[in-house]
């Protein structure tokens, strides 16, 4: 057992940490104040080459591992949070699904322009009743000769209006409760489809989240993705790699707000010393830096049993939990090491601290890790 990264994961960090302090800090701040989307930030990762970063070099993707794809959101996030679920949104919950159960022909059709970064990916699954309870599902998929017809509404959904087509889940049969739950790609330009982009949100300004509604939207027979009533159990192993993209979400976020916490506590003058001379404060980054670490292997393990084709499903929630849960904390601790600098925008942790409370909720909330681990643990 050893802990070091592989010369190409090495790589990977270096170069999104370059690329995140060059291109996407800069502009942070003002995008979260005029919730401008980073399209521009998009076209440079694109040309990166990393928009298909862990999918097969057969369909445009670069062939890299779970944890590569976890330091690329972790730098993207440390710097800028909605720039970072941007891009964890668009590879885990948008690439994925049609990675994992696609045909070959959906996969070309697809997931190729994704790798290739020609658009973003969404997936849509939350709806207005049936969040953590996604077996509750009301959207109905009804098959009419060659042709499904599904009409229904998703909410909180990330990237739609930047998303030329996405997968989805619907009812196909009733009758069989979750079994009756299907997945389906939908064009997003498709007659019927209505993307909406209204959401006034408490953090993670400049990313895009949206609500659904189809209205006897028409998709071919083919468009099915993966087998009729086994919709409930892609998602769900859909979410377990997505909890990955979270949890190094919020290992991003820590770093950064750890970060400017140091160098703020190095440099304020309080009683003629440094913040940082006080063992109070010195404590509260001790804590921080203690905590970030052990997210980050968790998050760096789970992404190890997957690359590894082993069960990942506990640790997986484990890592999107702990780190979820430190992050929210240690962004609130450097906005007390700040005092009232700490509330002020101007000062970015304000930012840190409002755009991580999403992560104790979105891809599962923190009430439904624990409950992932207890059934995993035998409870």
């Not at 509604?213 to 769900?236: A, C, I, R, S, W």
């Not at 292997?297 to 640790?315: C, Q, S």
Request: proline share 3%; net charge neutral; charged share 25%.
């Amino acid at each position: 057992m050893h802990f070091d990264l592989t010369e190409e994961q090495a790589l990977i960090k270096k170069m999104m940490r370059d690329f995140a302090d060059g291109e996407v800090a800069p502009g942070a701040d003002e995008r979260d104040r005029t919730k401008q989307f980073p399209e521009a930030v998009f076209e440079k990762l694109t040309k990166l080459g990393i928009m298909g970063l862990p999918f097969p070099e057969q369909y445009g993707g670069g062939g890299a591992d779970t944890i590569s794809f976890a330091i690329a959101v972790e730098e993207l996030s440390r710097v800028c949070a909605s720039t970072g679920i941007t891009y964890s949104a668009h590879i885990s919950l948008g690439g994925a699904p049609i990675h994992l159960f696609g045909t070959h022909e959906q996969k070309e059709k697809y997931l190729t322009p994704l790798c290739n970064g020609e658009y973003l990916g969404a997936f849509g699954l939350t709806e207005p009743n049936a969040g953590s309870d996604a077996g509750g599902t009301r959207t109905t998929a009804k098959l009419h000769q060659d042709q499904w017809i599904i009409s229904g509404s998703k909410c909180f959904i990330t990237n739609a209006s930047f998303a030329k087509s996405l997968a989805l889940t619907a009812v196909t049969d009733r009758s069989k409760g979750t079994d009756g739950i299907s997945a389906f790609i939908v064009p997003t330009d498709a007659p019927g489809f209505t993307v909406i982009s209204n959401y006034e949100k408490m953090g993670l300004h400049a990313s895009n989240t949206t609500e659904l509604v189809l209205e006897d939207v028409t998709v071919p027979k083919e468009n099915l993705l993966g087998k009729e009533g086994h919709g409930y159990k892609q998602f769900l192993a859909t979410l377990d790699g997505g909890r990955i993209g979270i949890g190094a979400m919020a290992v991003g976020i820590a770093q950064g707000a750890y970060e400017k916490s140091l160098q703020y506590a190095k440099e304020r003058k309080q009683f003629g010393q440094s913040l940082s001379s006080f063992q109070a404060i010195q404590f509260k980054l001790a804590d921080m830096a203690m905590n970030i670490e052990l997210a980050r292997t968790m998050v760096y393990k789970a992404a190890w049993l997957k690359d590894k084709g082993r069960k990942f499903k506990k640790e997986a929630a484990m890592a999107k939990l702990f780190a979820s849960e430190i992050c929210m904390k240690a962004c609130d601790q450097a906005v007390q090491i700040h005092g009232g600098y700490g509330y002020m925008k101007e000062y970015q942790v304000e930012r840190f601290f409002r755009d991580a409370k999403l992560l104790e909720i979105g891809e599962g909330t923190s009430e439904v890790q624990r409950m992932v681990i207890a059934r995993q643990i035998g409870c």
